[in-house]
């Protein structure tokens, strides 16, 4: 019976223990599902691919620094939408992204004429940048288009 009885408090023992563990860790999506999901949130189709020579020699992000990205940015001259999504190999190389995102974003509003196409200033100077583990999003878009591409990013790492 104290077999038992030991047997019991170990049990019980064990079950709260694993109660107390920390929660599961948030999705780790592959990129083509957090693109797909992202995309689908607003038209992109007057969006397309950035090149990697842009990627590199402009926002400043070296092509072996990261593991993946999907960066789209306007075919057209009537808008500055743009929108970028970057997996980085570890956590290191994600804060290093988000930094030459932030700088990015900088140089944008540097360079910025106001005379060109006034009504999207607005965008640039409301750009973010948002990052998720490995994975870091910014966007240069509008305030309607910001939030849905936002909250589409999130989600891929929901529960």
Do not use: H
């Not at 079950?15 to 929660?23: D, N, V």
């Amino acid at each position: 019976m104290k077999k038992l009885s030991s047997a019991i408090a170990l049990l019980l023992l064990i079950c709260m223990l694993g109660g107390c563990s920390s929660p599961k860790n948030a999705k780790d999506p592959d990129m083509q599902t957090v693109a797909d999901k992202v995309g689908a949130a607003i038209d992109i189709s007057e969006l397309s691919q950035v090149p990697d020579a842009y990627v590199e020699n402009v926002m400043g992000i070296a092509l072996d620094g990261y593991a993946s990205r999907n960066t789209l940015i306007s075919a057209v001259g009537t808008n500055i939408n743009e929108y970028g999504i970057f997996l980085a190999k570890d956590a290191d190389q994600a804060a290093t992204i988000k930094a030459a995102l932030d700088k990015y974003l900088e140089y944008r509003e540097s360079v910025w004429m106001d005379e060109y196409l006034p009504d999207e200033k607005p965008k640039l100077d409301n750009a973010e940048v948002w990052r998720q583990g490995n994975y870091v999003m910014y966007a240069i878009l509008g305030d309607s288009d910001r939030a849905a591409v936002k909250q589409a990013f999130e989600s891929c790492f929901e529960g």
